[in-house]
């Protein structure tokens, strides 16, 4: 069995992702998977998945590829101080 690349590492992070989305609508999904990967990974990590999900191949989940290639359409079903590091703790909890 050979090593994954640094791309099917990539593909892999963005279909658990999309799992994750799987059970809003799909427009929400998109969009859940659209902001959580500007939100979270490097330029230069959604650069590499950019140029490499859309070949023939990857194995990239039909909703993640949609994230990367399209301008979503809805809004991401995770409320913002959940999804954007620069907005932690800013109503992130539900707690007291």
Same mark, same amino acid.
């Given at each position: 069995? /050979?090593?994954? +690349? /640094?791309?099917?590492k990539?593909?892999?992070?963005?279909?658990?992702?999309? +799992?994750?989305?799987?059970?809003?609508?799909?427009?929400?999904?998109?969009?859940?998977?659209? !902001?959580?990967?500007? %939100?979270?990974? +490097?330029? !230069?990590?959604?650069?590499a998945?950019?140029?490499? &999900?859309?070949?023939? &191949? /990857? &194995?990239?989940?039909?909703?993640?590829?949609?994230?990367? +290639?399209? !301008?979503?359409?809805?809004? /991401?079903?995770?409320?913002? %101080?959940?999804?954007?590091?620069?907005?932690?703790?800013?109503?992130?909890?539900?707690?007291?």
């Amino acid at each position: 069995m /050979s090593a994954m +690349t /640094s791309d099917q590492k990539l593909v892999r992070m963005a279909n658990q992702i999309a +799992t994750f989305f799987r059970s809003y609508p799909d427009d929400e999904a998109v969009a859940g998977i659209h !902001k959580h990967i500007v %939100a979270f990974w +490097t330029p !230069k990590m959604r650069h590499a998945l950019v140029a490499f &999900g859309p070949t023939e &191949g /990857s &194995g990239l989940d039909p909703l993640a590829l949609q994230a990367i +290639t399209e !301008k979503p359409q809805a809004e /991401s079903p995770v409320r913002a %101080a959940t999804r954007d590091p620069a907005l932690q703790g800013a109503g992130a909890s539900d707690a007291g």
